[in-house]
């Protein structure tokens, strides 16, 4: 009775915390480099092989998804250059390397304008089908000229079919690819300043027709990017306007976005800084007007994280600045590439100056190298965590040997436990890092740590095969990684994750039995409460984790 008494007790508990935890986590990286990736060559800005853009954009948007000529809406994505092999191929290879890809949908020349039912299915279906045959990580949604427009309504209540279908049309991609992978759909958009901050001026056609679809979807929006570019001059919310190619410019256009600001439509209300990107063109020649160059684009970002002084006349509301600012996005990763239009990846190397990536260079050598938790036949090795790391590698081997044995580890951990060691034996170990830079780099090795492992134990053997397995997990609540730590466990047992319904969301395979560490990343799992279990051929023993 008691332990049926404690499964309801458990069962409501987990039902209230998912009551609590209802909005995701982010999937994008902070902070980000955004940068467009042209399907097309460009003798002024050719063609790049998706996998040899520079490493420092860590989220790519490939364009574009467009309509199919003669239908209703069905989007199409042809790669160019290349295989659909190839490019699936090339995605899966930034996938490896922790970048986001998305689909940018629309773009300059292709009208997107849902204004059926008929459409707007047609819409959903077709796109689905695309992100699901080249594994994108979300859609972004770039659309311009008479794509989106408002004839009445309110920024709350619109009233356009055409923004009604597309608002539905979003969330029930998101809704689908959630059902089928169990994570969250990456949702950008990338928006003309009329669209958005233009709503300042006047409330109808194109003016603020961005602002009801911005916030419909406000819970779901990762990033928001306006194009701060091909603009003209803009309202700031002090009531001034404000000419583009100015640091004042990027200045006012961001924080009015933070802010909010009066609309004919109603109030818009402003987003967190944390979901708010520069958007700029990467060279004078990406765009027909509004190139800012680097050093005032670095005193105006400065200046909105709170970091630097006024670069102009504009002065922010807030007086601290905005530090989660989220990042940069550029037109076009082509155009940030080639040295005849500025230096190559000159805008990229401001991010890396601006957001602090040039710590990064060179790639720094992992340092306070210990070892810890040593037995008979492991070693948790430990070292000092870089934040440019994208990955590390250790190797090891026993002492007056030459032979190194060599394990890469694709995360940015500090934490690694080698198994299948001999007792009573000295080893040496090392590590390097793996840095974010153009093109990924290594470090050199680090200094040689030595340690000798434990005599064997009387008994071990026996005592783990009948002691019931112990399981720990930390940090609980967690965001990005949890930390296992069992022992007794059997070998080649099983890790399984399932969510409230019984749903497996995650299950892996532990080789090695004994005392075992694992650490698995739970970054794209939903915000939410999950049962792991580890199941033996004779045992099992399981824990409740929450998911912030």
Same mark, same amino acid.
């Given at each position: 009775?008691?332990?049926?008494?404690?499964?309801?007790?458990?069962?409501?508990?987990?039902?209230?915390?998912?009551?609590?935890?209802?909005?995701?986590?982010?999937?994008?990286?902070?902070?980000?480099?955004?940068?467009? *990736?042209?399907?097309?060559?460009?003798?002024?800005? &050719?063609?790049?092989?998706?996998?040899?853009? %520079?490493?420092?954009?860590?989220?790519?948007?490939?364009?574009?998804?467009?309509?199919? #000529?003669?239908?209703?809406?069905?989007?199409?994505?042809?790669?160019?250059?290349?295989?659909?092999?190839?490019?699936?191929?090339?995605?899966?290879?930034?996938? +490896?390397?922790?970048?986001?890809?998305?689909?940018?949908?629309?773009?300059?020349?292709?009208?997107?304008?849902?204004?059926?039912?008929?459409?707007?299915?047609?819409?959903?279906?077709?796109?689905?089908?695309?992100?699901?045959?080249?594994?994108?990580?979300? /859609?972004?949604?770039?659309?311009?000229?008479? #794509?989106?427009?408002?004839?009445?309504?309110?920024?709350?209540?619109?009233? %356009?079919?055409?923004?009604?279908?597309?608002?539905?049309?979003?969330?029930?991609?998101?809704?689908? =690819?959630?059902?089928?992978?169990?994570?969250?759909?990456?949702?950008?958009?990338?928006?003309?300043?009329?669209?958005?901050?233009?709503?300042? +001026?006047? =409330?109808?056609?194109? *003016?603020?027709?961005?602002? &009801?679809? /911005?916030?419909?979807?406000?819970?779901?929006?990762?990033?928001?990017?306006?194009?701060? =570019?091909?603009?003209?001059?803009?309202?700031?919310?002090?009531?001034?306007?404000?000419?583009?190619?100015?640091?004042?410019?990027?200045?006012?256009?961001?924080?009015?976005?933070?802010?909010?600001?009066?609309?004919?439509?109603?109030?818009?209300?402003?987003? &967190?800084a944390n979901k708010v990107a520069i958007g700029l063109p990467a060279c004078a020649n990406a765009a027909g007007g509004g190139f800012v160059n680097t050093?005032?684009?670095?005193?105006?970002?400065?200046?909105?994280?709170?970091?630097?002084?006024?670069?102009?006349?504009?002065?922010?509301?807030?007086?601290?600045?905005?530090?989660?600012?989220?990042?940069?996005?550029?037109?076009?990763?082509?155009?940030?590439?080639?040295?005849?239009?500025?230096?190559?990846?000159?805008?990229?190397?401001?991010?890396?100056?601006?957001?602090?990536?040039?710590?990064?260079?060179?790639?720094?050598?992992?340092?306070?190298?210990?070892?810890?938790?040593?037995?008979?036949?492991?070693?948790?090795?430990?070292?000092?965590?870089?934040?440019?790391?994208?990955?590390?590698?250790?190797?090891?081997?026993?002492?007056?040997?030459?032979? *190194?044995?060599?394990?890469?580890?694709?995360?940015?951990?500090?934490?690694?436990?080698?198994?299948?060691?001999?007792?009573?034996?000295?080893?040496?170990?090392?590590?390097?890092?793996?840095?974010?830079?153009?093109?990924?780099?290594?470090?050199? *090795?680090?200094?040689?740590?030595?340690?000798?492992?434990?005599?064997?134990?009387?008994?071990?053997?026996?005592?783990?095969?009948?002691?019931? /397995?112990?399981?720990?997990?930390?940090?609980? &609540?967690?965001?990005?990684?949890?930390?296992?730590?069992?022992?007794?466990?059997?070998? %080649?047992?099983?890790?399984? /994750?399932?969510?409230?319904?019984?749903?497996?969301?995650?299950?892996?395979?532990?080789?090695?039995?004994?005392?075992?560490?694992?650490?698995?990343?739970?970054?794209?799992?939903?915000?939410?409460?999950?049962?792991?279990?580890?199941?033996?051929?004779?045992?099992?023993?399981?824990?409740?984790?929450?998911?912030?």
């Amino acid at each position: 009775m008691k332990q049926h008494l404690r499964t309801i007790t458990t069962f409501f508990f987990l039902i209230t915390l998912i009551s609590i935890n209802k909005n995701l986590n982010a999937q994008a990286p902070t902070p980000a480099l955004i940068g467009y *990736w042209q399907n097309w060559n460009d003798a002024n800005a &050719p063609y790049i092989q998706l996998n040899n853009i %520079d490493s420092r954009y860590n989220i790519v948007n490939v364009s574009f998804a467009v309509p199919h #000529s003669g239908t209703d809406y069905k989007m199409e994505f042809i790669p160019d250059q290349v295989s659909q092999t190839t490019l699936i191929n090339q995605i899966q290879t930034l996938h +490896s390397q922790g970048r986001k890809v998305i689909i940018s949908i629309g773009g300059a020349t292709s009208v997107v304008k849902l204004s059926t039912i008929a459409k707007r299915d047609t819409f959903v279906n077709t796109m689905v089908a695309i992100i699901n045959t080249y594994d994108f990580d979300g /859609i972004d949604l770039d659309l311009e000229g008479s #794509s989106v427009s408002v004839s009445g309504g309110t920024i709350a209540n619109p009233t %356009d079919a055409s923004i009604i279908n597309l608002i539905y049309a979003v969330k029930q991609i998101m809704s689908v =690819y959630y059902t089928q992978h169990g994570h969250r759909l990456i949702l950008t958009m990338a928006p003309e300043t009329a669209f958005v901050q233009g709503g300042q +001026s006047a =409330y109808g056609g194109i *003016w603020g027709a961005y602002l &009801p679809i /911005i916030h419909a979807l406000r819970d779901s929006l990762e990033i928001l990017y306006v194009q701060l =570019y091909n603009s003209g001059s803009m309202y700031g919310i002090d009531g001034n306007i404000y000419a583009q190619g100015t640091a004042d410019f990027i200045v006012a256009m961001t924080e009015a976005i933070i802010h909010g600001f009066n609309t004919a439509g109603g109030f818009f209300t402003g987003l &967190p800084a944390n979901k708010v990107a520069i958007g700029l063109p990467a060279c004078a020649n990406a765009a027909g007007g509004g190139f800012v160059n680097t050093a005032n684009v670095k005193a105006a970002i400065d200046y909105l994280r709170g970091n630097g002084i006024k670069p102009g006349s504009y002065t922010l509301n807030n007086a601290s600045g905005y530090p989660t600012l989220r990042g940069m996005m550029t037109w076009s990763v082509n155009w940030d590439a080639v040295g005849t239009c500025g230096a190559a990846y000159e805008y990229a190397t401001n991010y890396q100056n601006i957001f602090g990536g040039s710590s990064c260079t060179p790639c720094p050598v992992p340092v306070n190298l210990t070892t810890t938790a040593i037995t008979s036949s492991s070693a948790k090795l430990n070292w000092q965590v870089n934040n440019c790391a994208t990955g590390y590698r250790i190797r090891y081997r026993q002492t007056g040997t030459s032979a *190194w044995i060599i394990k890469t580890i694709n995360i940015n951990t500090g934490l690694r436990k080698v198994t299948g060691l001999t007792s009573s034996t000295q080893y040496q170990w090392q590590v390097k890092t793996e840095c974010s830079l153009s093109p990924l780099v290594w470090s050199a *090795w680090s200094s040689i740590k030595n340690f000798t492992t434990s005599p064997p134990r009387f008994g071990e053997s026996t005592e783990n095969e009948t002691s019931a /397995i112990t399981l720990n997990i930390f940090p609980n &609540p967690t965001q990005n990684f949890l930390n296992i730590s069992l022992t007794n466990v059997e070998p %080649d047992s099983k890790l399984i /994750i399932r969510n409230v319904m019984g749903q497996i969301v995650y299950q892996s395979e532990i080789t090695d039995g004994g005392d075992v560490d694992e650490q698995i990343d739970v970054s794209e799992l939903t915000a939410a409460v999950y049962v792991l279990t580890i199941v033996s051929e004779s045992k099992t023993a399981s824990g409740v984790f929450v998911k912030k």
